[in-house]
C-alpha cells in the first residue's frame, strides 16, 4: 500500500523559521489572506506564553473533546495533543499549511535572516531539511554564514526581501499551482449488470466495447487511464488497457475508487461509469477544464435533482481520506460522500450526455435516441 505524500501535517506545509514570531504570524496572514480565496490554508502554532496556560471550558474538568458551535465558526477543543496521526486527520482538506517553525516543524522550510535571531537559528539547522525560499528581514546584510555552509545549494534558493509582499505571495502561489495533482481516468466496469443481464461495458455503441471507447476517451484528458474490474474479469480485458482490479471488494464503485487511490494516493481520479452511452469529449472537457483541486471533488450536478453524480467526477486525492472516514462510519455510497462535503458542482452542458442504461428497457431507449441522431444528420 503506497502512503500518501503527506508531512507533518499535509501535503504542502512550510514552516517559517527565524525570526521572532510577531514577524512569523504577520507574514503568515498576509499569504493566508492572498492565497484562501483559491485555497484552503491552514495554520499552525503552538502557545509559548510564559505563565502556566490553563485547560478551557469542559477540559478543565476531565473532558477529552469539546465542541462549540460558534456563530462564524466551529470550535474544537481536545485534550490528546499527542497524536501525530490525528493532526494529519485534521489537516488532510488543507491545500497550504503553514507552520511556526520557532516551535513545529515541517517537511518544507522559509528561512527569514533576522539578526537578532541569528543564534536561535543557529541552533535550528537541523530542521532546515528543504530550505525551498530565504527572506532578508530590514536589519538583515545577506544570508548568515553557517547557512550558507549548512545549504550548500543556498544560491539556488529563491531570495526576497522579508517586506516583498507580493514577490512572497507569487512564490506559494507558483509552488502550489506545480503541486496540483495530476488526472489518471478510471473507467469503472466491474459491476455484475443484473438488471441488464449481461456485462454493461461490453456494449458496442461506436465500433467497440464501451469500456474501451470510454478508455479511448479520456486518454487526452489524462496521465494514465485504467479499466476497473474485478479480479475474476482481469482475463477478458484487452491486451493495451492497463486494469486496476478491485482491492476493497463488495463494495461497488466505492471499493473500486478507492483502490485507485490505494494504488496510487496522490493522484486525482477521473472516474467514469460504463453505462453513459452518450458521453461525449466536450462533456469530459468541461469537468477538467472547471475542476477546482482545492475542493474534495468536481462533479456534475444530476439532471434530475440537485445531487451530484459521483460516477462522472474528479475525485482529488484529499478525498481518499474522507471515504475511507465514511466507510469506518458504515457508509459506502461514493454519492452521499459527496452531498456531505465540500465539492464543486457544475450543470452540464448537454445534460443528455449524463444519461446512464442499467436495463435493456434503457438500452432500447438510447438506441432509438442514437437512430435519430444518425438520421437528422
Known amino acids: 500500500m503506497k502512503r500518501p505524500a503527506i508531512g507533518n501535517y499535509g501535503r504542502n506545509e512550510w514552516a517559517i523559521v527565524g525570526a521572532p514570531c510577531v514577524y512569523i504570524k504577520g507574514l503568515a496572514d498576509k499569504l493566508i489572506n492572498a492565497l484562501s480565496p483559491t ?3 491552514a495554520y499552525a502554532d503552538t502557545s509559548h506564553q510564559d505563565e502556566l496556560i490553563q485547560a478551557p471550558g469542559r477540559l478543565a474538568s476531565g473532558a477529552y473533546l469539546e465542541y462549540t ?26 491545500d497550504l499549511v503553514l507552520v511556526n517553525g520557532n516551535h ?12 537578532n535571531k541569528r543564534a536561535s537559528l543557529k541552533k535550528r539547522l537541523d530542521q532546515l531539511t528543504n530550505v525551498e525560499l530565504i527572506l532578508l528581514a530590514e536589519n538583515a546584510d545577506g544570508v548568515f554564514d553557517f547557512i550558507q555552509e549548512a545549504i550548500p545549494y543556498w544560491q539556488d534558493i529563491p531570495l526576497y526581501k522579508l517586506d516583498d509582499t507580493d514577490q512572497i505571495i507569487s512564490f506559494f502561489r507558483n509552488k502550489l499551482e ?12 466491474g459491476g455484475k449488470s443484473e438488471r441488464m443481464g449481461f456485462d454493461k461495458g461490453t456494449v458496442n455503441w461506436f465500433g467497440k466495447e464501451q469500456r474501451y471507447f470510454l478508455a479511448d476517451l479520456l486518454q487526452p484528458l489524462s496521465t494514465e487511464v485504467f479499466i476497473s474490474c474485478r479480479e475474476d474479469q482481469r482475463a477478458n480485458i484487452t491486451n493495451g488497457y492497463p486494469v486496476l482490479t478491485d482491492t476493497f471488494t463488495n463494495l461497488g464503485p466505492y471499493g473500486a475508487i478507492l483502490s485507485a487511490f490505494r494504488e496510487q494516493p496522490d493522484s486525482a481520479w477521473l472516474v467514469i461509469a460504463c453505462d453513459l452511452p452518450l458521453l461525449d469529449s466536450e462533456t469530459l472537457e468541461y469537468l477538467v477544464a ?7 471533488a468536481t462533479a456534475y450536478q444530476s439532471p434530475d435533482n ?43 452542458q448537454n445534460p443528455e450526455s449524463l444519461t446512464n442504461v442499467n436495463t435493456p428497457e434503457d438500452l432500447e431507449k438510447v438506441k432509438r435516441m442514437l437512430h435519430q441522431k444518425i438520421a437528422g444528420s
Open 39 to 41: 485555497y484552503k490554508c
Open 69 to 94: 458551535d460558534q456563530i462564524n465558526y466551529h470550535q474544537f477543543n481536545i485534550n490528546d495533543i499527542s497524536q501525530q496521526f490525528g493532526l494529519r486527520q485534521r489537516f488532510a482538506e488543507a
Open 104 to 115: 513545529q516543524q515541517a517537511k518544507s522550510q522559509v528561512v527569514i535572516i533576522y539578526e
Open 178 to 189: 506545480a503541486a496540483k495533482p495530476v488526472i489518471n481516468s478510471l473507467v469503472l466496469a
Open 290 to 296: 472547471n475542476r477546482d483541486p482545492s475542493k474534495l
Open 306 to 348: 440537485e445531487f451530484p453524480e459521483p460516477l462522472i467526477a474528479i475525485w482529488e486525492p484529499k478525498s481518499y481520506h474522507q471515504l475511507l472516514s465514511f466507510l469506518s462510519l458504515g457508509y459506502s455510497c461514493p454519492r452521499k460522500v459527496l452531498i456531505n462535503s465540500d465539492v464543486k458542482l457544475l450543470q452540464a
